[in-house]
């Protein structure tokens, strides 16, 4: 394992950039604020900012209508997001939650017999998928420094007769971990046909590495051999409303519409989804907070000699210093939640990002919890 | 066919008792509310009362946890839901609408290359998944009075080999017939373990008919052959909101659990939903005005010669004097959006019912077109 990839044992500039001054806010306000009852909740990869007040106000006007099938607005959501993608909106699938694509895109390669490739370890969507369609899953191990071996997989997919569904999520879910896409979209574009990708882009909004480029630009390449899927939960912090969408060539797309039901698409969510992508100013405050408290937790581990993959979603997956179970337990005594074990290991933890607030009172319990 | 069964045919003591006086409301008042842009709808079985004042006051608080999903919102609906029905939550399936449990239902015995039996005509959820599914389907046609021919569906599922799944919406759409529950009781008690049952009760809160008794007796005697499902679309004017539920033995129930994902429930629909079960003062008006609407849509054809239906739903099926397409233009131009065709035959065509104000503007653009 390269161990200078991991924050734990590097002093970046953008650890010692991470905002200091904000742990100085004293945790004894904080501490009384949680309860058994409404504990700090920094196990679900939730956005903590909640949904922006233009979406809200937007949502209330919109229960008035809560009676009506969602249809219109649907589609004038797909208008939207085409627009910002520079895409058709035959290019876009509306859906309740960017995870009910990624089911439809598994059901149809399902009827292809399709294998799916994915890397281990991943979003567990997929495999819990194979169960139901009696689907061959092939786990390919990723490199030690938790980036997905593209190679590796490449060739395991080689390997294959008939159909394969390559499931990526990009950056990673649980390891936050960003692999560099110019080698997702080297190995899209050479793929043989009997290939197909699902990229799974939860994440896409809140990636600030360079090296990290949309799928979506194969699409507008003409790419008929890959489903690009992404959701409103994390950047625009809806994940109780359930709203995602598909990106994919019009003929793709039409396909696996085929597997869900389009109209049913909850109303006050597309209408809240609509609202949400104009407000650039929330998009932003999400965005700078998130970056803010990765580094705050880098910060915290490094001192305390913790090992984080360095993350570009909304959590951090880092050594606790103690097995799990037990640590979760800690945790819950001081009020907060913290995750469960995602396949990396007992000494691990996934753990999301809360407010700056929230974040302070957390690193403050985990560090007494250390000492 | 035994046109007595037909209201157009009958001068029943129902019909009387249609709120004739209602009828004296000036459509001259109504007619300009209606326009191109904001045309009455009449077309898609939606409640026309909005979301009861309850309701809306828990979404509007609801919103301020959108950014969390649902999880804990949706244990506590499962188990409001098994209370009102004397069952266990283990019994209940909470889901994106009813029609997503219908689909988990039609993939789970997908796998068991199950053909599908179901009326014609009927709603088209099931025969649409088979495409994809690559499933077989029967449709056996319906008695000459628009009830279901549960002798001859019992019939053709019997020279079946392999598994069966039978598909009845019962009160059923679009026919908005009710088949007398004891024939489809009688049968499910007696079928082979090779037959399984999907009774969709969409309508099941509306239904008036005496005749008519809930399938989930049938799961509370413990029967694994079927699953029910329910909806908030219709009675609690919910449509938009996509919140529907399953019912079914435990061991029935978590088998199809696994064909969706659970916690994909929109927060504020969970919610909305728990507050709508407890408000009974809505409950009863929405049944009231669609009683006291599809008497006045009984009268008026009664008197025009023309024949329905008689509904147990929220919505007519009735004779339109012309065909189709003519009648869709002519109500457009008075801003009334009417149904499609479904299956029923060019002269006949599906009504949504309005509130009695809508209702009363409707007779009176739909009298004109047939003076």
Chains 1, 2 share one sequence.
């Not at 994440?203 to 959701?231: I, M």
């Not at 809806?238 to 696996?256: C, D, Q, T």
């Amino acid at each position: 394992m390269d161990r200078r990839l991991f924050l734990g044992f590097t002093a970046s500039a953008a650890v010692t950039a991470a905002s200091g001054s904000l742990l100085s806010v004293a945790s004894a306000t904080a501490s009384g604020r949680y309860t058994a009852r409404n504990p700090l909740l920094l196990n679900k990869n939730e956005n903590p900012l909640g949904m922006s007040s233009r979406a809200i106000e937007a949502a209330k006007k919109a229960l008035s209508i809560g009676h009506r099938y969602a249809g219109d607005y649907v589609t004038v959501l797909a208008e939207e997001l085409a627009l910002n993608e520079a895409l058709k909106p035959q290019n876009i699938g509306v859906c309740n939650g960017s995870t009910r694509i990624i089911d439809a895109v598994i059901q149809n390669q399902a009827n292809k017999n399709a294998t799916i490739v994915a890397p281990a370890i991943t979003y567990d969507q997929a495999q819990e998928a194979t169960v139901n369609w009696n689907m061959a899953y092939q786990a390919i191990p990723m490199l030690a420094d938790f980036k997905m071996d593209i190679a590796a997989m490449e060739i395991a997919s080689l390997k294959i007769d008939g159909a394969v569904l390559v499931y990526l999520v990009s950056p990673n879910n649980p390891t936050g971990r960003l692999t560099p896409s110019n080698s997702i979209m080297a190995w899209i574009k050479r793929a043989p046909d009997n290939v197909f990708f699902l990229i799974d882009e939860a994440y896409h909004e809140l990636v600030s590495d360079p090296l990290y480029k949309s799928a979506v630009s194969l699409v507008k390449g003409g790419y008929k051999n890959l489903v690009v899927t992404r959701t409103f939960s994390k950047i625009y912090a809806m994940a109780g409303m359930r709203i995602g969408y598909g990106i994919a060539h019009a003929e793709v797309m039409s396909e696996i519409k085929r597997y869900y039901a389009s109209w049913n698409v909850n109303i006050v969510a597309a209408i809240t989804a609509s609202a949400s992508l104009k407000d650039h100013a929330f998009f932003k405050k999400s965005f700078d907070e998130n970056q803010t408290t990765k580094q705050m937790v880098y910060k915290t581990m490094n001192k305390l000699g913790l090992k984080c993959i360095p993350s570009e979603g909304n959590f951090i997956l880092h050594e606790i210093g103690m097995d799990l179970k037990p640590y979760q337990r800690a945790m819950s005594e001081r009020h907060i939640l913290v995750g469960r074990d995602r396949g990396t290991g007992q000494r691990w933890n996934r753990l999301s990002m809360g407010t700056v607030e929230e974040m302070t009172y957390f690193i403050d319990q985990f560090q007494r919890l250390h000492s």
